[in-house]
């Protein structure tokens, strides 16, 4: 067939070319290149000699469409798009600030170790751990029921890759790091910053091990008694053979955070002194652990249980048996979820599978406490590890990305959107690195009472705004890759998506916020005392640095702001402070992150942009609560015109959305009448 016959069924054939049945059997025998059709144009081939009778002069583009043809499909020009990839190196060669915060904290030995063993496991990640990350994406979770011969099997299929991650898991200690304390309070710190490069190449494998340190912070809180000694020794394992992970298995049908009245699982004592499990788990993360730690209410001798938070006690069971057979448990489904695909979350029914009680009867939540401490630690390394990965991948994006006749790094506008992201990641990751040196102290009996007091109210703090900082800096991150960034085949997504549940597991922002008051009204105060006492210190350690006098003068300026709230709502009632929670929350956030962005940018050897970096977090609101309580934001009257906001339209509008108060702004609201 000659090139002007060819381009002839292109134009004539009424099926688009990829359809036509000629270009079919071209394509079959590997000599078509889509390219062919931007060079053919009617009435004939532009740059090709149709004429049959022309056919020995053949033009220079002529030769070119010929070799494209009988060169190999795989070398062909493509009319797909041709963009290159941003590569990043090793993690923590690359992070300057993670460099520069071991630097200022470890002591020098320390540090020479720690080192060393960052750069080799940033190798490690990259050689190897990445490509298992992407394998369990691309690999997800089956369940299978039954087997070939109608068994019923319960069996949830995990890749390779995944079962692998598990393995790295203990052999890079990520759990045992923390327990066996070979650098005192720091040894914690050593863990989460190895947790903190590990999670966004993990393949989801962060999660499951989150609770697996929980579960060991519990068992070593109550004193690893002997019966879990065998347990704690599997959980803190650094043999890949031994290691076992846990599960948290607490939301039920009502889901939710309320698990005081929302738990229906019942414990019955049996004989043996252990106990057997009766009800539903909604939903439970890493089903596939060898063991979990769950809540449930304790029968008395006539089957009756004890509601609310006080019938709640924590068991201990272990998933199989020595037989590998379920532990008298029956897995309903695999949850169909937006993000962490490669982890198996699953429905469960527990039909008596036995367990031993852990704690006092009746004590369950202070007991999962610790365990929901230390997820939540996870959950703000994981959003600063999300964050600090699209933001490594952007700005290399922008060295090779060239849009208008520039590379995107050479546009003011472009540059200035990740500068942007990179102080809200800064300042997240000094934020949970306090909490996690903080934690050091505590489990080495190092830590103050100020200490502790601070740590209790830091955990929810940062948990709640770091999960909200994530979800905004990924999304964001994305937008910079143009079109690509919506690609599923590049891994963006998935990081995005990943990063999007960070918001709602472990407890939403509204529920933690209110987490967050709990723990000031226990420590009647003092927490409050502690918080602005350390933040007036960081803040003294720059008072002879000239450049950060700005941000120095806005976070003592905020200080006085939530003082001024704190008294007036102090006279306003519980309903005031409730309202004003999430504002409450955000607020303590920026002030203590901006006092540590500028105690980090004080140090001797600074860099321009930690100064930076700590200037610009402030010139943010650092007290929202303080305006929006100059807003009337938390008025009795306000909570009506949300509803009716909220609700306008809708055929549930709650009574008196119609009253003048909820839509004029003609007056204040207070000088209006409730209808």
């Known amino acids: 067939m ?31 290149l889509p390219r062919v059709w931007e060079r053919c144009q009617p009435p004939g081939c532009k740059g090709i000699n149709a004429t049959a009778g022309q056919g020995q002069q053949v033009g220079v583009r002529e030769k070119q469409v010929l070799e494209d043809l009988d060169m190999p499909l795989a070398r062909r020009e493509m009319e797909t798009l041709s963009q290159e990839q941003p590569e990043t190196g090793n993690q923590y060669l690359e992070d300057a600030l993670l460099q520069s915060y071991l630097k200022t904290h470890l002591p020098p030995k320390v540090l020479e170790e720690v080192n060393q063993d960052l ?73 989460a910053v190895k947790l903190y490069l590990f999670s966004s190449l993990s393949g989801g494998f962060s999660c499951p091990l989150a609770m697996t340190d929980g579960a060991a912070k519990v068992i070593e809180s109550l004193g690893i008694p002997g019966s879990l000694k065998n347990a704690f020794d599997h959980l803190t394992s650094r043999d890949p053979k031994k290691f076992w992970t846990s599960g948290q298995w607490m939301t039920e049908r009502r889901g939710g955070s309320d698990v005081a009245n929302g738990t229906e699982t019942v414990a019955r004592k049996q004989p043996d002194g252990t106990y057997r499990l ?66 198996a979350t699953a429905e469960l029914w527990l039909d008596g599978a036995k367990a031993e009680l852990i704690s006092a009867e009746g004590h369950g939540v202070a007991s999962i406490s610790h365990m929901l401490n230390i997820t939540r630690i996870h959950n703000a390394i994981a959003a600063a590890a999300s964050m600090r990965r699209m933001i490594s991948l952007s700005r290399e994006y922008a060295r090779r990305r060239v849009a208008f006749g520039k590379l995107l790094k050479d546009h003011p506008l472009h540059m200035q959107t990740i500068a942007r992201m990179e102080v809200q990641t800064r300042g997240a990751f000094l934020l949970i690195m ?130 001024r709230f704190m008294e007036a709502a102090g006279s306003k009632g519980a309903a005031t402070m409730e309202l004003a929670a999430r504002d409450f929350s955000y607020t303590l956030a920026r002030i203590y992150t901006g006092a540590l962005l500028i105690e980090h940018a004080a140090r001797p050897d600074a860099s321009s942009t930690d100064i930076a970096a700590a200037r610009r977090w402030c010139n943010q609101e ?54």
């Not at 004539?12 to 270009?23: D, G, H, I, K, V």
């Not at 598990?166 to 309070?185: D, H, M, T, V």
């Not at 938070?309 to 998933?319: A, D, I, K, N, T």
């Open 2 to 32: 000659t090139h002007s016959g060819l381009c002839r069924i292109m134009f004539t054939c009424r099926l688009p070319w990829w359809r036509s049945s000629a270009t079919c059997k071209l394509w079959q025998a590997g000599g078509f």
């Open 119 to 191: 750069e080799r496991f940033g190798n490690r990640l990259l050689t190897t751990i990445k490509p298992l990350g992407w394998e369990c994406e691309l690999n997800p979770p089956v369940f299978r029921q039954y087997d070939a011969w109608g068994r019923r099997v319960d069996h949830i299929v995990t890749c390779s890759a995944w079962r692998r991650m598990k393995e790295i898991a203990a052999e890079e200690g990520l759990i045992a790091e923390a327990y066996e304390r070979r650098y005192s309070n720091w040894s914690r710190l050593h863990q």
């Open 278 to 343: 009766y009800g539903f788990k909604w939903f439970t993360s890493a089903a596939d652990s060898d063991v979990a730690l769950t809540l449930a209410r304790v029968a008395d001798a006539e089957g009756e249980v004890k509601q609310g938070s006080r019938g709640l006690s924590l068991f201990f069971l272990r998933v199989c048996d020595e037989e590998g057979k379920l532990n008298s448990i029956q897995v309903q489904r695999l949850k169909d979820k937006l993000g962490t695909r490669q982890m």
């Open 434 to 563: 306090e909490i996690v040196r903080l934690l050091g102290l505590v489990e080495t009996n190092m830590a103050s009472e100020q200490d502790q007091l601070l740590l209790r109210l830091l955990i929810p703090v940062a948990k709640l705004y770091t999960g909200k900082q994530a979800s905004a800096v990924v999304v964001e991150a994305m937008e910079s890759f143009g079109g690509q960034g919506y690609m599923e085949d590049t891994g963006l997504p998935v990081i995005v998506r990943d990063a999007l549940v960070l918001s709602i597991w472990e407890g939403t922002t509204n529920i933690l916020s209110l987490d967050v008051l709990r723990s000031l009204t226990k420590s009647q105060g003092q927490a409050m005392a502690v918080f602005f006492s350390t933040v007036q210190k960081k803040l003294e350690l720059a008072s002879s640095t000239a450049n950060l006098e700005p941000a120095v003068k806005q976070t003592r300026d905020a200080l006085g702001s939530l003082t």
């Open 622 to 675: 650092l007290c929202p609560v303080a305006v929006e309580l100059e807003n009337s934001s938390y008025e009795e009257e306000a909570t009506l015109t949300d509803s009716a906001l909220a609700y306008e339209g809708s055929p549930a509008r709650p009574p008196g959305s119609d009253s003048p108060q909820a839509t004029s702004k003609s007056q204040p609201l207070g000088t209006q009448n409730v209808g």
